[in-house]
């Protein structure tokens, strides 16, 4: 893991609680863009001229102004030596839109504030840099609007460092780590705040991935069914003999959203005839010992055009195994029901050939917890640093 946590020696860190204030403000606004804006991270801005805002606003969605020129094109009265609050680095490079940089500096703003330097190699110190050039005084802020400013943005940083998704496996499972009772029955463990979540959680990542039993037996649309304006996420099977159904609610809806099969070299080619044939997209990926190699299916989804910057794993638990024992997930999110299932045979969040020793195990970090109607939602990840 390469993390950029470290400011350039030409930028300061002299922060009031004034600019955690504004910074916080931004923060919020950049939220309002999530499930829309990728492959472009979400950003907020803010601008301020003696400590009152007269200007803000957040990159809506890919293509769209970026934050800094929406808050810009909003303020008013004249911005000439006011603050910019902005949650990541300002870009220095031309895209879809123009350099935020440029728009910054004709601007004539006279400080601009950044949360998280942009790890992209476009930019990665380079949009603070030709702020500084240009006379713009730039400061960074540290503690925990830093890191909530990394976090908000984790999948893209992840992505934009080693070219693969960030990847968050959820569950919901009883108190006792059952995820279904012995005869397969699992509607519903969690409740209906936490299926809620769920459905967030779905709308803010580019794919949500389950195994090739899972789409099987529950036949699961995975789409994000809130109200709103939201991207579907690009459905994924990892299902290596390419047994999936074209009868299945996922093929026979495919298209918007997408749905995507990843299967191994061995699958039936009639199979995946079948399944492009009914509109299913079907990924080739290595395998190992039959099985698809995780590794290889991430870098593949990655490298796909638009990128897959985050992918949330929700089952089931082979597939979850298969990438504990690969090492590919990044973030674990379980919600915990006050039910006891108990049953030998029941089966729990990640299966497969597990470890031989507690030591061997994977270690979990900066963990949190918090309340969901009834349930208990632990969220950690494994790396003690982000990204």
Not at 185 to 204: F, M, N, P, Q, T
Request: include cysteine.
């Amino acid at each position: 893991m390469v993390l950029i946590h470290h400011p350039p020696s030409t930028i300061r860190c002299l922060i009031t609680g004034i600019d955690i204030s504004f910074m916080q403000r931004a923060l919020n606004l950049a939220e309002l863009g999530r499930g829309r804006t990728s492959p472009n991270p979400v950003v907020g801005a803010v601008i301020v001229k003696s400590d009152e805002v007269i200007g803000e606003g957040y990159h809506e969605r890919a293509g769209a102004d970026h934050a800094e020129v929406a808050a810009i094109k909003s303020a008013k009265g004249d911005i000439r030596g006011a603050t910019v609050y902005v949650t990541l680095e300002p870009c220095c490079h031309k895209g879809r839109t123009g350099p935020c940089t440029e728009a910054l500096i004709q601007a004539a703003v006279s400080r601009v504030v950044v949360a998280a330097l942009d790890p992209s190699t476009k930019v990665n110190g380079k949009g603070a840099g030709a702020l500084k050039e240009a006379g713009i005084e730039v400061e960074l802020i540290d503690g925990a609007v830093a890191a909530r400013a990394r976090a908000q943005n984790e999948g893209f940083r992840k992505h934009a460092v080693t070219g693969l998704p960030f990847v968050t496996f959820k569950s919901a499972m009883s108190l006792d780590g059952k995820i279904a009772t012995k005869s397969g029955d699992s509607r519903w463990i969690s409740g209906e705040e936490s299926r809620a979540l769920v459905h967030s959680l779905r709308s803010g990542v580019d794919a949500v991935a389950v195994g090739g039993g899972t789409a099987l037996a529950d036949d699961p649309m995975l789409t994000c069914r809130l109200d709103g304006d939201f991207s579907q996420p690009l459905r994924i099977v990892f299902d290596s003999g390419a047994n999936l159904s074209p009868g299945s609610k996922l093929v026979k809806t495919a298209g918007e959203p997408r749905t995507l099969v990843i299967a191994s070299p061995e699958a039936p080619p009639a199979k995946v005839d079948a399944l492009r044939q009914a509109g299913a997209e079907v990924m080739i990926a290595a395998s190992a010992r039959s099985r698809i190699d995780i590794g290889d299916a991430l870098t593949r989804l990655g490298s796909m055009d638009p990128p897959v910057l985050s992918l949330l794993l929700e089952g089931g638990p082979t597939l979850a195994a298969s990438f504990v024992e690969a090492g590919a997930i990044d973030k674990v999110m379980m919600f915990v029901a006050p039910k006891l299932i108990g049953g030998e045979s029941a089966k729990t969040p990640v299966e497969g050939g597990g470890f031989n020793l507690v030591g061997e195990a994977m270690p979990l970090f900066r963990l949190s917890h918090k309340r969901i109607g009834e349930d208990v939602l632990i969220t950690a990840y494994t790396a003690e640093d982000e990204w």
